[in-house]
């Protein structure tokens, strides 16, 4: 695993900003963190990257325990935060090449030019950072980010404050260098995971809600219909798939069962009925309501 994060709680002052936090990220993968503002996005990347101390819990990234070895941990990530910290008066170049001091990297100018040229810089190198767009300032952050050549990507709300067509060009950009490395991003608007992410953990007012893969997440949008039902005796998960209206079914165990279906069709009395079919009953039944819908709210509001 490329991050581990474990049972991670924060406490500013009085406020639990993070409570009981836990997922992780493979290799390779895009991650999108979505949420509200003061979800609690920043204060989990800052923990991450070993900017701010976690109250308790524990962080790994690339097996290294963060807390515990916060300068090799650096190398590990390349981090753009979300007020990107910049120096308006220094050239791109010379900004990079400073930069490229504090890593000690090798071979510095064939580095920055490639970055460069990754980033799409090109036209841009010799302008100062307070000349260039929002766009093209978030590029030298991203520059900045990958310039040591991270394993793992550590991207707060890198698009916020972007206009259509940078946020494309940056979007393109993420999913490009995601093809080989770790990338979370934290971002709270639905359809930029959609766009960029393989997977997606929300996080609501300091806790994770939801962890899936970006497809299963759509698609428990789309169906947002959910009944859990519980035989007494094993069923065929067969059986219940084949009632009319229900558009997906997943086992919990052998006697209980998540059924999907489509909102205007009602299911209920066709589960106790195959129940009675097959000299069986129906223990529990309930619908499950799916409070990600109103977070999804929230959060697609707010754009
Ligand atoms: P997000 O990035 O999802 O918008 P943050 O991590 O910035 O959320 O903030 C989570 C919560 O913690 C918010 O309620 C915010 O007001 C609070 N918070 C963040 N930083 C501090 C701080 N340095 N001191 C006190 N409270 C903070
Ligand atoms: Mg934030």
Same mark, same amino acid.
């Given at each position: 695993?490329?991050?581990?994060? =474990?049972?991670?709680?924060?406490?500013?002052?009085?406020?639990?900003?993070?409570?009981?936090?836990?997922?992780?990220?493979?290799? &390779?993968?895009?991650?999108?963190?979505?949420?509200?503002?003061?979800?609690?996005?920043?204060?989990?990347?800052?923990?991450?990257?070993?900017?701010?101390?976690?109250?308790?819990?524990?962080?790994?990234?690339? &097996?290294?325990?963060?807390?515990?070895?916060?300068?090799?941990?650096?190398?590990?990530?390349?981090?753009? /935060?979300?007020?990107?910290?910049?120096?308006?008066?220094?050239?791109?170049?010379?900004?990079? /090449?400073?930069?490229?001091?504090?890593?000690?990297?090798?071979?510095?100018?064939?580095?920055?030019?490639?970055?460069?040229?990754?980033?799409?810089?090109?036209?841009?190198?010799?302008?100062?950072?307070?000349?260039?767009?929002?766009?093209?300032?978030?590029?030298?952050?991203?520059?900045?980010?990958?310039?040591?050549?991270?394993?793992?990507?550590?991207?707060?709300?890198?698009?916020?404050?972007?206009?259509?067509?940078?946020?494309?060009?940056?979007?393109?950009?993420?999913?490009?260098? &995601?093809?080989?490395?770790?990338?979370?991003?934290?971002?709270?608007?639905?359809?930029?995971?959609?766009?960029?992410?393989?997977?997606?953990?929300?996080?609501?007012?300091?806790?994770?809600? /939801?962890?899936?893969?970006?497809?299963?997440?759509?698609?428990?949008?789309?169906?947002?219909?959910?009944?859990?039902?519980?035989?007494?005796?094993?069923?065929?998960?067969?059986?219940?798939?084949?009632?009319?209206?229900?558009?997906?079914?997943?086992?919990?165990?052998?006697?209980?069962?998540?059924?999907?279906?489509?909102? =205007?069709?009602?299911?209920?009395?066709?589960?106790?009925?195959?129940?009675?079919?097959?000299?069986?009953?129906?223990?529990?039944?309930?619908?499950?309501?799916?409070?990600? =819908?109103?977070?999804?709210?929230?959060?697609?509001?707010?754009?």
């Amino acid at each position: 695993m490329s991050i581990i994060v =474990e049972n991670v709680t924060k406490i500013y002052g009085k406020q639990k900003a993070l409570n009981d936090v836990s997922f992780t990220a493979k290799p &390779g993968e895009i991650v999108g963190f979505l949420g509200p503002n003061g979800a609690g996005k920043s204060t989990m990347m800052k923990i991450i990257t070993g900017f701010l101390p976690a109250n308790s819990g524990s962080v790994s990234v690339c &097996g290294l325990e963060v807390s515990s070895n916060q300068i090799e941990i650096k190398k590990k990530i390349g981090y753009l /935060a979300e007020q990107n910290p910049l120096y308006y008066d220094m050239y791109v170049r010379e900004y990079l /090449a400073f930069i490229a001091g504090i890593f000690k990297i090798n071979d510095s100018k064939n580095k920055i030019n490639e970055i460069i040229e990754l980033v799409g810089l090109s036209l841009e190198q010799n302008k100062k950072i307070g000349a260039l767009s929002k766009g093209y300032k978030q590029r030298v952050g991203l520059a900045h980010a990958l310039l040591h050549d991270p394993e793992v990507l550590i991207l707060d709300e890198p698009t916020t404050g972007l206009d259509p067509n940078q946020l494309e060009e940056i979007r393109n950009l993420i999913k490009k260098i &995601g093809a080989k490395k770790t990338v979370m991003l934290s971002t709270h608007i639905m359809q930029e995971v959609e766009a960029i992410c393989d997977r997606v953990i929300i996080i609501n007012r300091g806790e994770i809600v /939801a962890n899936d893969s970006t497809k299963n997440l759509s698609s428990i949008f789309n169906q947002k219909s959910v009944i859990i039902v519980e035989f007494k005796k094993e069923l065929s998960i067969k059986r219940i798939a084949s009632i009319k209206g229900i558009t997906k079914v997943e086992a919990i165990d052998s006697k209980s069962f998540k059924v999907y279906h489509n909102p =205007e069709v009602e299911v209920r009395n066709e589960l106790f009925n195959l129940a009675i079919s097959e000299n069986n009953s129906v223990e529990t039944l309930h619908k499950e309501t799916i409070n990600l =819908e109103g977070i999804f709210k929230e959060l697609t509001s707010k754009n």
